[in-house]
């Protein structure tokens, strides 16, 4: 079983700056690409970005490409999301989620485990 805890979401301004982490606990983050993906109200869940276990490998969504940042560090379990010129379209519900495998996909369903979500508001 892996738990995962969103945490640094809150409202900024068009053009600001926030960083997601997104800390897992329990035996099996070891080995586990890690992904974020966000809901907007009135939306479907969509795919921001993903990781593979040794941070190689990532993929955006391209409507967060050049904007934002995947990382993790593996040593203290957690995955990070850097978000920058940050637009109003980008308010949502932001998950973070444990891949089955190392699979860096922008699939949700190849996600095993997922947070309870933090919320992200960006004011115009």
């Known amino acids: 079983q892996v738990q995962l805890v969103e945490s640094g979401g809150g409202l900024v301004q068009a053009g600001g700056s926030l960083r997601l982490s997104c800390a897992a606990s329990g035996r099996t983050f070891s080995g586990r690409a890690m992904g974020w993906f966000r809901q907007a109200p009135g939306k479907e869940r969509e795919f921001v970005a993903t990781i593979s276990w040794s941070g190689s490998t990532t993929n955006y969504a391209d409507s967060v490409k050049g904007r934002f940042t995947i990382s993790r560090d593996n040593t203290k379990s957690t995955v990070y999301l850097q978000m920058n010129e940050m637009k109003p379209e980008d308010t949502a519900v932001y998950y973070c989620?444990?891949?089955?495998?190392?699979?860096?996909?922008?699939?949700?369903?190849?996600?095993?485990?997922w947070g309870q979500g933090t919320q992200v508001t960006v004011s115009s």
């Open positions: 989620a444990a891949n089955a495998a190392n699979f860096p996909t922008s699939s949700s369903g190849s996600y095993a485990y």
